[in-house]
T-cell receptor
């Protein structure tokens, strides 16, 4: 079975532009979460989606938005890019019901560089 | 106070030795605990998860959880050069599946 897939792998943008990152979860998984990892730090939680609804949001500005589609894939959108948005963006897939403690599996990530 | 803290600096261990990593967390309501391995430039890869107090072993890896003291540790036995990576401790608070991560500990295994 394919794991979590993300596209694109790398992306270079300039300040003020917007970006859309995409994620497909593991087949059968219904929950997707997004994390931002800046160099030298652990991932920081951005959003969680389950059954196409937002179920959690981290401490990120409104420039960040996301959605989940009927096939459980997801998009993360970032508007008005800042230099500080340069990071590895990770998508994590989880199988089960809302709540619970089942495991999250990460995709390969999208490396975003803002110039 | 950070939610998850991994304070140790880079850890250098000889090949074949035991590497020991520690992590503390602040929220007593935390329910599940994870260790991820991350190679440079790659995404985190799950190594272990633990939910109950005590030890959990999987191959060369042992996770230890002490909820009363709010710490979780990872032991890597018979360390191999391929174990050289950053190890991330993650905590799931209250079953909401929002993982809080520490900043990671770099492990270097010296042949």
């Amino acid at each position: 079975d394919a794991g979590v897939t993300q596209s694109p792998t790398h992306l270079i943008k300039t300040r003020g532009q917007h970006v859309t990152l995409r994620c497909s979860p593991i087949s059968g998984h219904k929950s997707v979460s997004w994390y931002q990892q800046v160099l030298g730090q652990g991932p920081q939680f951005i959003f969680q989606y389950y059954e196409k609804e937002e179920r959690g949001r981290g401490n990120f500005p409104d420039r960040f938005s996301a959605r989940q589609f009927p096939n459980y894939s997801s998009e993360l959108n970032v508007n008005a890019l800042l230099l500080g948005d340069s990071a590895l963006y990770l998508c994590a897939s989880r199988a089960g019901q809302l709540g619970g403690t089942d495991t999250q599996y990460f995709g390969p990530g999208t490396r975003l560089t803002v110039l | 106070q950070k939610e998850v803290e991994q304070n140790s600096g880079p850890l250098s261990v000889p090949e074949g030795a035991i590497a020991s990593l520690n992590c503390t967390y602040s929220d007593r309501g935390s329910q599940s605990f994870f260790w991820y391995r991350q190679y440079s430039g790659k995404s985190p890869e799950l190594i272990m998860f633990i939910y109950s107090n005590g030890d959990k072993e999987d191959g060369r890896f042992t996770a230890q959880l002490n909820k009363a003291s709010q710490y979780v540790s990872l032991l890597i036995r018979d360390s191999q050069p391929s174990d050289s990576a950053t190890y991330l401790c993650a905590v799931n608070r209250g079953g909401n599946n929002r993982l809080a991560f520490g900043k990671g500990n770099q492990v270097v295994v010296i042949p």
